[in-house]
């Protein structure tokens, strides 16, 4: 389970992204879109553009977790901007 022993920051990744990526793909974005190191003990947030869906991707010993939430109602509120949005513990 999630929990933030182990994680130094939590980044999110502001505006939509596609939530077809599984960890792979997300991996990627981050690495080669946002220029952060996936396998840092961090965990990376995206949001969906009805934002009624998240994920979350974490690394962990030797291996990612993906995390999946979806809202019956209501929306997440999301930044907008395009980037990695830093949150400090």
Known sequence: MLNDFG???????????????????LAV?????????????????????????????HWEHNGFWLYYRRLEKGKFPWPTENRFFNYHH
């Not at 974005?29 to 990376?44: Q, S, Y």
């Open 7 to 25: 994680i130094d920051r939590s980044y999110l990744a502001c505006g939509a992204t596609d939530l077809r990526k599984f960890i792979d793909g």
């Open 29 to 57: 974005l981050v690495k080669e879109g946002f220029e952060l190191d996936p396998f840092f003990p961090c965990i990376f947030v995206f949001c969906n553009r009805q934002r009624d869906k998240l994920k979350i991707l």
